[in-house]
């Protein structure tokens, strides 16, 4: 449904199955939605409190950040990249916005578009390098890898890791609102995630994307502009990283310098989870969300459970690894199907 | 790609000559101009930072051999120290046993690793990626994240004695760089880690057991990446869960700077040693100019790009010389 892929030999899953349950339940998303359906189910029944209002609030404002991060991360995904700088983006935009506001004292008007540019900029500094460099999976790697070094210590060194406190209260309540008892982070996120999705089935910029991760010399030689594709995706990735810091500061109520600096993990897990291909040219943006959901679930469950916090990232990288095993282990089996029926 | 192409040319050409070099005239320049540099307290603290760096560098260069990357190598660094640091603190076991007991998980972690990749199939960035969660994740949850600050006395001296002025750390990482050179220019196996680096269907046809090989490698940087924890443990005479953590850019940079070519199939030994050099004296420079602390990071991730820069450079050399 909300898969989208540049392959035309692709396995036409959404389309022409029987049943549009079936085809819902065959894609990867839908597992991920199964799995936080049990998840959910078992953790309803063996707690008290999680299914109540107040935690659904803490939830929906937790994976609604994180899922955000994991849109932006998938972006780079699907082009057939990375980047290992989200968070570096996210706590230099983070400080960036808070610092606008609490020492040079302007409103949030000015300084959440401040906020967004700085992840533009810093998007556009990973995309020229890349480019610069040869675009490939490593190019992407190192670079990032680098860049993230230098975004957190142009962070450090402007902070020197002291939060910005003073935000105006107009600010924070981009955090605190609720609509009918629906945090607006989740309508914002949701928006964002629904504006992404249409890109992807409707835009050129959205196949031009996916042509680059799914096939680069194929889509060089369509005509593809490879450099400003990436330049372009990599620019969306910091707005969208710088995004994701922006709701979190509003959440959070300050500007914390360590803001993204557990977001490498979640940003690739959630994607990966949902059905985003690591090789590039499939995304999915419902699968994205969905991904982020399943690992909120997870911590707040392991929080219910009196499972000590501890384990989180054990089991983060466990999911993962299961995560991406099952879908190997479809498509292999897949492979098969059609070999033999070949 | 033309431009710096012509700009990073000559240090292509030069190969390990360039970073030498840079460390050669680096140095003089410290030695000249900053105060503080040339002192024996320095220098020896310095060999003891460079020791473990390149120590970091060769734990990554094992699987850059074969052209994967190993992003769990810091937590495969703590897993080694915390294990031989509960061991010789909440159970008493004598120092030598515990060290090896550390390596040895390290290597463990470090043959899953290779084994995973091996065996599923499933890209090794998010196997490595993923492992760098369970592993960090499993060996905080174990031991609660507890500090181990009461270790033997034995194991502490390791990281602070020194035989004839030179620092045992120092010695150790150099016959560490011996035997890794030893087997990678003048071992079968080493042919076979390069070749499967360069092209692995190729190698597989030519009947090397590149399964076995990446399994090895990764079993090895698993290894260093332990040793290197253990003896950062002795150095600061604690083992806690966070060493490792600020390991992965210097790991790719050291390797770089020297040499080694990122797709694989091409490593140096020495020019790694060189290149973890150059990194600890930038760092030690930034620490001696009252640089703030806070900006070292930038720096850091600035050499790194310069390194990744002059590697690409040096591989477009390579590809237009054939």
Redesign the interface.
């Given at each position: 449904m909300m898969d989208s892929t540049a392959e035309r030999g692709a396995p036409k899953r959404s389309f022409a199955s029987a049943s549009n349950l079936e085809s819902i339940l065959q894609s990867s998303s839908g597992g991920v939605l199964l799995a936080v359906a049990i998840l959910g189910i078992i953790l309803g029944l063996t707690t008290k409190d999680f299914f109540s209002a107040v935690n659904f609030v803490v939830l929906a404002r937790s994976f609604s950040v994180m899922a955000v991060v994991g849109l932006a991360q998938m972006i780079i995904i699907g082009t057939g990249g990375m980047n290992l700088s989200v968070g570096a983006i996210g706590g230099l935009a983070g400080v960036a916005t808070g610092g606008v506001m609490d020492a040079l004292g302007y409103s949030p008007a000015l300084a959440i578009p401040a906020g967004l540019c700085v992840g533009a900029l810093c998007g556009l500094v990973n995309g020229w390098l890349i480019t610069r460099l040869g675009v490939s999976g490593v190019t992407s790697f190192l670079v990032t890898l680098a860049s993230g070094s230098v975004f957190t210590g142009i962070n450090l060194g402007i902070t020197r890791a002291n939060p910005f406190y003073n935000l105006p209260a107009d600010f924070r309540l981009i955090g605190s609102l609720k609509i009918a008892g629906i945090p607006l982070l989740l309508f914002l996120m949701l928006g964002l995630a629904l504006a992404l999705a249409l890109m992807f089935r409707y835009l050129g910029l959205g196949r031009q994307l996916l042509a680059l991760g799914g096939n680069i010399t194929a889509a060089e030689l369509s005509g593809v502009p490879i450099n400003r594709v990436v330049i372009t995706s990599h620019v969306l990735c910091g707005v969208l990283a710088a995004f994701a810091a922006i709701l979190l500061t509003s959440r959070l109520g300050s500007a914390q310098p360590d803001v993204g600096k557990d977001w490498l993990l979640p940003s690739f897990a959630a994607p990966i989870i949902g059905g985003t291909s690591l090789a590039g040219g499939k995304v999915s943006v419902a699968g994205a969300v969905l991904g982020a959901i399943l690992l909120a679930v997870i911590s707040n469950g392991l929080v219910f459970l009196s499972i000590d916090v501890y384990w989180n990232q054990f089991i983060q990288g466990i999911i993962i690894l299961a995560a991406v095993g099952l879908d190997r282990v479809r498509t292999i089996s897949a492979e098969r199907l059609e070999r033999r029926q070949a | 790609?033309g431009i710096?192409r012509k700009t990073f040319g000559n240090v292509a050409r030069s190969d390990i000559a360039g970073v030498v070099s840079a460390v050669v005239v680096f140095s003089l320049f410290l030695a000249v101009t900053t105060a503080g540099f040339a002192t024996l307290f320095n220098l020896d603290s310095l060999s003891r930072t460079i020791a473990i760096t390149t120590i970091v560098g060769f734990a990554q260069l094992s699987v850059l051999s074969i052209g994967h990357?190993n992003l769990a190598l810091g937590p495969m660094g703590a897993l080694g120290a915390v294990c031989a640091g509960a061991l010789m603190e909440d159970f008493g076991v004598p120092v030598v046993l515990s060290i090896l007991a550390g390596i040895l998980l390290g290597t463990l972690a470090g043959a899953v690793q290779g084994g995973?990749i091996v065996k599923?199939?499933?890209?090794p960035?998010?196997?490595t990626?993923?492992?760098?969660?369970?592993?960090?994740?499993?060996v905080?949850?174990v031991t609660?994240?507890k500090f181990y600050s009461h270790m033997p006395q034995a194991f502490n001296n390791i990281g602070i004695v020194s035989v004839l002025d030179v620092p045992l750390l120092f010695i150790v990482a150099l016959a560490i760089g011996i035997v890794l050179w030893i087997l990678t220019a003048r071992t079968a196996f080493g042919r076979q880690l390069l070749a499967t680096g360069a092209n692995p269907a190729a190698a597989q046809f030519s009947g090397i057991p590149t399964q076995r090989v990446i399994v090895t490698a990764h079993a090895a940087s698993g290894c260093l990446a332990a040793a290197a924890g253990i003896l950062l443990a002795s150095r600061l005479g604690s083992a806690q869960i966070s060493i490792g953590n600020d390991w992965?850019?210097v790991s790719?940079a050291a390797p770089?700077l020297g040499g080694t070519i990122?797709?694989g199939g091409k490593v140096s030994v020495i020019g790694t040693i060189f290149g973890a050099v150059l990194m600890s004296l930038i760092t030690n420079a930034l620490v001696l100019t009252g640089v703030?602390y806070?900006?070292?990071?930038?720096?850091?991730?600035?050499i790194?790009?310069a390194a990744?820069?002059i590697d690409?450079a040096r591989l477009?050399y390579i590809r237009g010389m054939k």
């Open positions: - | 790609m710096v990357f995973l599923t199939g499933i890209n960035f998010v196997i990626l993923s492992l760098y969660s369970v592993y960090l994740g499993g905080t949850a609660k994240a992965m850019l790719f770089v990122l797709s703030s806070f900006w070292f990071q930038s720096f850091l991730g600035a790194l790009l990744f820069a690409r477009a």
